[in-house]
């Protein structure tokens, strides 16, 4: 196979991911209103539902949930209630803290954990990426700056930038090690025990199974993108 269409493999691949990182941080962000839910259910409903699919189960999960609840009187009363307990830290007290790194760690909320994150995005060239968005510990602040560092990604496979594609993925790989597999996890399962709805619990379980599959996604690239740019190299050098 050729470096083309290995890009453009790579580039669907990133793409893929960055779409994905996105409506992950927007189920943290976004109130559960008609107009997000709307959007959100035909947006499951074009993905791959099945077993074998990665995040196939959590996906469908997540539609059978929103749908359940949507059809239910208070559906949306419950769901805006449960995302102030869950994603607001302000009724589990002791149980589950607030949607920050530091918070989940027990850390001092202006300690080294958020400076670092606070770092990743400068060196990212994002100024002002917690302008509007949150502190830089922030859950949704964490993965939408996955979804743009996959979106980079994408564009320096589609101009078949090795180099730049290598950079993103690092960035991801560190980014995913040092920070978000650090807390997200571990803060998903508490969610998903004192979630109240099955909207909520099921948006715990697929936040968790991204974190924990993206990782290996970008060890995987990354080593084929080395591969393969060794071997465009060493093809330039006979």
Not at 15 to 25: C, F, G
Not at 27 to 53: F, N, R, Y
Not at 86 to 91: E, I, N, P, R, S
Not at 96 to 122: I, R
Request: charged share 20%; aromatic share 6%.
């Amino acid at each position: 196979m050729t470096q083309a269409p290995l890009n453009g493999r790579w580039a669907d691949v990133a793409k893929q991911r960055s779409s994905t990182w996105w409506l992950l941080s927007r189920l943290v962000i976004e109130q559960p209103t008609k107009t997000w839910l709307d959007e959100l259910e035909s947006v499951l409903q074009t993905v791959d539902a099945d077993a074998g699919k990665p995040l196939g189960p959590e996906s469908a999960a997540l539609l059978a949930a929103l749908q359940s609840a949507r059809q239910q009187s208070n559906g949306l009363t419950a769901l805006a209630v449960d995302r102030t307990s869950l994603l607001a830290g302000v009724l589990h007290k002791g149980r589950l803290a607030g949607p920050y790194e530091s918070a989940s760690l027990g850390l001092d909320m202006n300690g080294d954990k958020v400076t670092d994150a606070a770092q990743f995005y400068l060196e990212a060239g994002l100024i002002d990426f917690c302008a509007e968005l949150g502190p830089p510990d922030y859950l949704g602040t964490q993965l939408r700056f996955m979804s743009v560092l996959a979106y980079r990604e994408m564009l320096a496979h589609q101009a078949a930038d090795d180099v730049l594609a290598a950079r993103w993925l690092d960035m991801q790989q560190r980014f995913l090690e040092t920070h978000l597999l650090d807390w997200v996890p571990s803060h998903c399962e508490k969610m998903a025990r004192l979630a109240k709805t099955d909207y909520y619990r099921a948006t715990s379980n697929l936040l968790k199974a991204a974190c924990e599959l993206d990782v290996a996604d970008v060890l995987e690239i990354s080593k084929q993108t080395a591969a393969n740019s060794q071997a465009v190299a060493s093809g330039a050098t006979t």
